[in-house]
């Protein structure tokens, strides 16, 4: 048996870990209200919202923040009559979409990178401390964090911590914040090219990375787009994932065993998804030791996809930072319209 390497190890750890968090289970089961997600091509789960939101950019406060604050409303239609109630009530929070945005002190470059972050992480101070300047200085783009539904700013009054109620066993309200995400992404995409940018890129990480996957599939698409340590075979995640065991337990207590679940993911679109977007406007970012999202299903839907250019990292799912020179590095050719 192979052994497991200090990713690998590390991942399996933090999945453990992951069980004291997770100790709410979901008690409302939708699964019998799951028709109008069934069985749609991804562009009918996934409707494009339309032109350029209205935008609220809100004035600086701090002198050392470099990040600029937008908010609009999210143009994002629930499918479901009984989520929608939700939608409007205990959940309002989400009605508002947030984006932090880093560009020159005056005017704007050509190119703007649109990241979205993974799940269950707090705000955009991560990123804006790290990963965000180095986009920005390395790619010569300007960049812009989208808020995942259910995280940050947009968490609702109940939620144990943040992105809590963003993917658990209640399946409609998990669907809806993943075509939530999508959308406010798309309406970004939207109101970044009404500035007048000549190219938008979209990079996601884990649960992001899969948003920048199905936004390649689906017109109008990015530019470009830079999944890192992601993939869209849900139904394989929930199985073999450790961080996703409260999702699979109270599954199972709803009386959904694993060939269920399977049926339930088959007919809904995203792992069948196929890319409109060209193979070398895309860089995948994988990592051979993943301990959540499997480099063999990587590596089957990389295959399905037409083998689009990929990169592969030592280490694990939450040790990709140690790779983020050579990463950056492949993404370098990405963007067109970069100032260097």
Known sequence: ??????????????????????????????????????????????????????????????????????????????????????HQGEYAKNLTAWARWLRPRSGRRRSILLHVHGWLEPG?????????????????????????PFHGRRSPAGQLFHGEWFWTADLVRSLEAVTQAVTDVRSAMAYFRALGYQEVGVSGLSLGGCIAMLLACVEPAPDYVVPMIAHLELAEAVEEAPILWRMKKDLERFGI?????????????????????????????????????????????????????IHWIAGGHMTFPIALDSIVAKMRPLPRHAMR
């Open 257 to 309: 065993d694993r060939r269920e679940r399977k049926a339930i993911f088959d007919r809904i679109p995203f792992s069948h998804a196929r890319p409109t977007l060209e193979l070398d406007r895309q860089l995948w970012v994988a990592a051979r030791e993943d301990g959540y999202l499997k480099a063999d299903l990587v590596e089957k839907q990389w295959h399905e996809w037409g083998e689009p250019p």
């Open 124 to 148: 955009s101070w991560i990123e804006e401390g790290t990963l965000l300047p180095i986009f920005y200085r390395e790619l010569g783009v300007d960049v812009a964090h989208i808020q995942l």
């Open 1 to 86: 048996m192979r052994s497991m390497g200090y990713g690998g190890t590390i991942d399996a750890v933090i999945g453990k870990l992951s069980r004291f968090l997770h100790l709410r289970q979901t008690d409302n089961d939708t699964s019998h209200e799951l028709g109008p997600y069934l069985d749609l091509s991804v562009e009918a789960l996934l409707p494009d919202p339309g032109g350029s939101p209205l935008v609220h950019r809100a004035r600086k406060l701090n002198p050392l923040d470099r990040f600029d604050t937008l908010s609009w409303r999210s143009a994002h239609v629930p499918r479901s009559a009984a989520y929608a109630r939700r």
